[in-house]
C-alpha cells in the first residue's frame, strides 16, 4: 500500500475524468486533496465522495490560463491545507482542426490552457515547494506529444512542449528535493472516446499491442506512483501508458 497521509494535493482538471480519478486514488492513499477546474457544477457530491476517504478536501474555480487566478489559488490553497506536496498538472482542452482550417483563436487557446497553464500553475507552487524542500510536480502530456497527430497541431505542440518544459523543471529544482515528472496516456476510455464510432474505435485499437484501451484508472495509478516515495529519485522522466502503441 502506498501511503501518503500527511500530504496534501492539488489536481487541476479534477471534476471529471482523469482528474477526479487522480483525485480519488491520491486521497485513498491518505493525502488531502484541492481540486481546481474551470467547471463548477457537481463539485459538492464530489468532495463528499472525496471526504467520505476520510480526508480533507476542498474545490476552487479556476482558469488555468489566467496568471493572476493561479497565483490567488496558490495563496489560498496555502492558507487551506498549510502546504501543496504534490501539484498535478492535469487541466487541458482540444481544439481539433486540420491546420488550413485552424482559426488563430483555437492555435492559443490550447496553448494558453494546456501549456501555459502548467507553467502558470508550477509559477505559483514551486517557490513554496522549494522553501519546503519537498515537492511532487506530475504533468499530464500525450502519445500524440511524440506522434504527433492529424488535426492536432495545436494540442500535439502543447503536449510536447510539456516534456521540454518538465525536463528543464526537473534539472532546476531537483537539489531541493523537488521533483517533476510527465505521463503521456495513450488510447484512454472517456468521454471523448465514447463517442467515435466502432469504425473509429477499431481503427484506433489496431494501433494498440494490447488490443483494448486504457483506462482513467491506469493512467492514475501512474500518477500515484510518481506522488509516492517508490519514486523519490525519478525526476525529468516520462511514463507512457499506452498499451505498447509507443
Aim: aromatic share 6%; with cysteine.
Amino acid at each position: 500500500m502506498i501511503d501518503l497521509k500527511g500530504k496534501s494535493a492539488l489536481v487541476t482538471g479534477g471534476s471529471r475524468g482523469i482528474g477526479k480519478e487522480v483525485m480519488l486514488k491520491l486521497a485513498s492513499a491518505g493525502a488531502d486533496v484541492c481540486f481546481v477546474d474551470l467547471i463548477s457544477e457537481s463539485t459538492d457530491s464530489i468532495i463528499d465522495e472525496v471526504q467520505a476517504l476520510g480526508v480533507k478536501c476542498s474545490f476552487m474555480q479556476l482558469n488555468v490560463a489566467d496568471f493572476d487566478q493561479c497565483q490567488q489559488v496558490a495563496k489560498d490553497a496555502l492558507d487551506q491545507f498549510g502546504k501543496i506536496d504534490i501539484l498535478v498538472n492535469n487541466a487541458g482542452i482540444t481544439r481539433d482542426g486540420l491546420l488550413m482550417r485552424m482559426s488563430k483563436e483555437n492555435w492559443e487557446d490550447v496553448i494558453h490552457i494546456n501549456l501555459g497553464g502548467v507553467f502558470n500553475m508550477c509559477k505559483a507552487f514551486v517557490k513554496p515547494m522549494v522553501k519546503a524542500k519537498y515537492g511532487r510536480i506530475i504533468n499530464l502530456s500525450s502519445i500524440v506529444g511524440f506522434t504527433g497527430n492529424a488535426g492536432q497541431v495545436n494540442y500535439s505542440s502543447a503536449k510536447a512542449g510539456l516534456i521540454g518544459f518538465t525536463k528543464s523543471l526537473a534539472k532546476e529544482v531537483a537539489v531541493r528535493n523537488v521533483t517533476c515528472n510527465a505521463i503521456a496516456p495513450g488510447f484512454i476510455k472517456s468521454d471523448m472516446t465514447d463517442k467515435l464510432t466502432e469504425e473509429q474505435k477499431a481503427l484506433m485499437l489496431a494501433n494498440v499491442p494490447m488490443k483494448r484501451m486504457g483506462t482513467i484508472e491506469d493512467v492514475a495509478n501512474g500518477i500515484l506512483f510518481f506522488a509516492s516515495p517508490m519514486a523519490d529519485y525519478i525526476t525529468g522522466t516520462t511514463l507512457h501508458i499506452n498499451g505498447g502503441m509507443y
